[in-house]
């Protein structure tokens, strides 16, 4: 059954925080978003330019309009502006009780006020009290509470505060303003103190943190599920969605919660797209048995260059390709990690031409390197006896120095061929280059015909 999830919030139109953010989430999250628009600002990812209200009946009337249709699991408020504005908002869902989790968002991430001060007094008296959750961020809990926050310990004592002064049934204080290795969210709930944590990211991606993270549990909520399972869903949810941020703008980068179906949709992709390619190896198998090398041969698929950080990222064939009684045969389905070499050079290929995303190593024939040629195959030739000393000794280095060498003759543009001539102990080898896997094995036999 589709779920319906409000988010009563503010417009950014840089698109990285506010109901954009929220929208994301919930369609990531796989439940119906709706909205109800409190402000819009202009905005982008370093400043807040422009802020202009709706009037609280507007805020009201779109509420109204969701639930008087499909009604509403769940909802989230975000930027709320004015006093007047959450006053009617707490009026509204105090009428109709559907499940609200309140992100009291005060100050964006770029330092603009996003609240007036007098507001920030309803929020606590009218808003809090007909909340089922409340997530708020450090700052945002020490002047809800007036207390200081420095340590998990004092998050704890201001779960607990705001808890028992406003009634919340749930409170998180986020732990993205604190210091230390994890980013530990305190959650207070039914008298007891549950923690949810995961590794602290060095990233620039975090705006809209804390609107994805509120709208993750309404969403979980809308499903639902126990408050503490919504909330442990949103944390792995929000990790992802910060580590994978869009990496676009000159401030805070936006957070990224589309990442969450993505990376899983383009791995299956991956796999499909290869298991497309190696039937086309089988198919052909005899003729390309000559093109497998001393080292044998693989075939690698990289998924979106946005998404890919290692070779884990990479889908190959384990065992690689290899010349079994005179047929090439993929020792086994395509899995990711399953190449080192082949992997790496396809990394740095697509880090460098976000379309060359797949390649395959053959033997190394200067008449193929003829016949690639004659068929206006674009094709670069680096001599490995000229890497420097460093960089061989570098883990890894030699495929990226390989790779770099080959882009500078070719302008930036990954070549179809990379012909590389070897080294004492390293065999020649010719690496085929191509958006897809089965574009690179169609490029191989049309080198061997
Ligand atoms: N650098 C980070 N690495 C991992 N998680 C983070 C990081 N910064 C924030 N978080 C998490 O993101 C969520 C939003 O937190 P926070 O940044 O405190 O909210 P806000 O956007 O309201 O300031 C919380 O679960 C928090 O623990
Ligand atoms: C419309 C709107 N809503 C919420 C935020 C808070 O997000 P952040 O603190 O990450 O900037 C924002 N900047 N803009």
Same mark, same amino acid.
């Given at each position: 059954?589709?779920?319906?999830?409000?988010?009563?919030?503010?417009?950014?139109?840089?698109?990285?925080?506010?109901?954009?953010?929220?929208?994301?989430?919930?369609?990531?999250?796989?439940?119906?978003?709706?909205?109800?628009?409190?402000?819009?600002?202009?905005?982008?990812?370093?400043?807040?330019?422009?802020?202009?209200? *709706?009037?609280?009946?507007?805020?009201?009337?779109?509420? *109204?309009?969701?639930?008087?249709?499909?009604?509403?699991?769940?909802?989230? =408020?975000?930027?709320?502006? $004015?006093?007047?504005?959450?006053?009617? +908002?707490?009026?509204?869902?105090?009428?109709?009780? &559907?499940?609200?989790?309140?992100?009291?968002?005060?100050?964006?991430?770029?330092?603009?006020?996003?609240?007036?001060?007098?507001?920030?007094?309803?929020? /606590? /008296?009218?808003?809090?009290?007909?909340?089922?959750?409340?997530?708020?961020? !450090?700052?945002?809990?020490?002047?809800?509470?007036?207390?200081?926050?420095? @340590?998990?310990?004092?998050?704890?004592?201001?779960?607990?505060?705001?808890? !028992?002064?406003?009634? $919340?049934?749930?409170?998180?204080?986020?732990?993205?303003?604190?210091?230390?290795?994890?980013?530990?969210?305190?959650?207070?709930?039914?008298?007891?103190?549950? /923690?949810? @944590? $995961?590794?602290?990211?060095?990233?620039?991606?975090?705006?809209?943190?804390?609107?994805?993270?509120?709208?993750?549990?309404?969403?979980?909520?809308?499903?639902?599920?126990?408050?503490?399972?919504?909330?442990? =869903?949103?944390?792995?949810? %929000?990790?992802?969605? %910060?580590?994978?941020?869009?990496? !676009?703008?000159?401030?805070?980068?936006?957070?990224?919660?589309?990442?969450?179906?993505?990376?899983?949709?383009?791995?299956?992709?991956?796999?499909?797209?290869?298991?497309?390619?190696?039937?086309?190896?089988?198919?052909?198998?005899?003729?390309?048995?000559?093109?497998?090398?001393?080292?044998?041969?693989?075939?690698?698929? +990289? %998924?979106?260059?946005?998404?890919?950080?290692?070779?884990?990222?990479?889908?190959?064939?384990?065992?690689?390709?290899?010349?079994?009684?005179?047929?090439?045969?993929?020792?086994?389905?395509? $899995? &990711?990690?399953?190449? @080192?070499?082949?992997? !790496?050079?396809?990394?740095?290929?697509?880090?460098?031409?976000?379309?060359?995303?797949?390649?395959?190593?053959?033997?190394?024939?200067?008449?193929?390197?003829?016949?690639?040629?004659?068929?206006?195959?674009?094709?670069?030739?680096?001599?490995?006896?000229?890497?420097?000393?460093?960089?061989?000794?570098?883990?890894?280095?030699?495929?990226?120095?390989? +790779?770099?060498?080959?882009?500078?003759?070719?302008?930036?543009?990954?070549?179809?061929?990379?012909?590389?001539?070897?080294?004492?102990? /390293?065999?020649?080898?010719?690496?085929?280059?191509?958006?897809?896997?089965?574009?690179?094995?169609?490029?191989?036999?049309?080198?061997?015909?």
């Amino acid at each position: 059954m589709w779920r319906v999830a409000i988010t009563i919030a503010g417009l950014d139109s840089g698109g990285g925080a506010g109901i954009h953010a929220d929208v994301k989430t919930f369609a990531a999250m796989g439940v119906h978003g709706a909205t109800a628009l409190t402000c819009v600002t202009a905005q982008n990812t370093y400043e807040v330019r422009e802020v202009q209200c *709706l009037s609280p009946a507007m805020v009201r009337a779109q509420i *109204l309009a969701v639930w008087d249709d499909m009604g509403i699991d769940a909802g989230k =408020t975000g930027m709320l502006g $004015t006093g007047e504005i959450i006053e009617e +908002v707490a009026a509204t869902v105090e009428k109709l009780g &559907f499940p609200l989790v309140v992100d009291p968002v005060m100050v964006a991430k770029s330092g603009a006020p996003l609240i007036s001060d007098d507001a920030v007094d309803v929020l /606590k /008296k009218r808003l809090l009290p007909v909340a089922k959750v409340a997530t708020p961020n !450090r700052p945002e809990a020490e002047r809800l509470t007036g207390m200081s926050i420095a @340590s998990e310990r004092d998050a704890e004592r201001a779960a607990e505060y705001i808890h !028992r002064e406003y009634g $919340t049934e749930v409170v998180i204080v986020k732990g993205g303003h604190l210091p230390g290795g994890e980013a530990v969210d305190v959650v207070y709930y039914r008298g007891a103190v549950h /923690k949810f @944590s $995961t590794p602290r990211l060095d990233s620039r991606a975090t705006h809209g943190t804390g609107c994805a993270y509120s709208a993750a549990i309404a969403a979980g909520l809308a499903k639902g599920l126990d408050p503490l399972e919504a909330v442990k =869903t949103a944390k792995q949810f %929000i990790y992802t969605a %910060i580590k994978y941020g869009v990496a !676009r703008g000159k401030g805070h980068w936006a957070v990224n919660p589309t990442a969450w179906v993505e990376i899983p949709a383009e791995r299956w992709r991956a796999v499909e797209e290869l298991e497309a390619a190696l039937k086309l190896v089988r198919r052909n198998a005899e003729r390309l048995a000559k093109a497998i090398p001393e080292v044998q041969s693989n075939l690698g698929y +990289v %998924i979106d260059p946005r998404y890919a950080r290692d070779t884990g990222d990479v889908a190959a064939v384990p065992g690689r390709i290899v010349n079994y009684m005179g047929e090439a045969r993929p020792s086994g389905p395509p $899995t &990711f990690g399953a190449s @080192s070499h082949v992997a !790496r050079k396809i990394l740095a290929l697509a880090s460098r031409d976000p379309r060359a995303r797949s390649a395959m190593n053959i033997r190394y024939d200067p008449e193929l390197v003829e016949r690639a040629k004659a068929l206006g195959f674009k094709i670069a030739v680096v001599d490995r006896r000229r890497e420097p000393e460093e960089v061989k000794k570098r883990e890894g280095g030699t495929m990226q120095w390989v +790779v770099e060498e080959a882009l500078r003759q070719t302008g930036g543009v990954a070549p179809d061929l990379i012909v590389d001539l070897g080294d004492w102990g /390293k065999e020649p080898q010719i690496t085929v280059v191509g958006k897809t896997p089965a574009e690179v094995v169609e490029k191989v036999l049309k080198i061997l015909s």
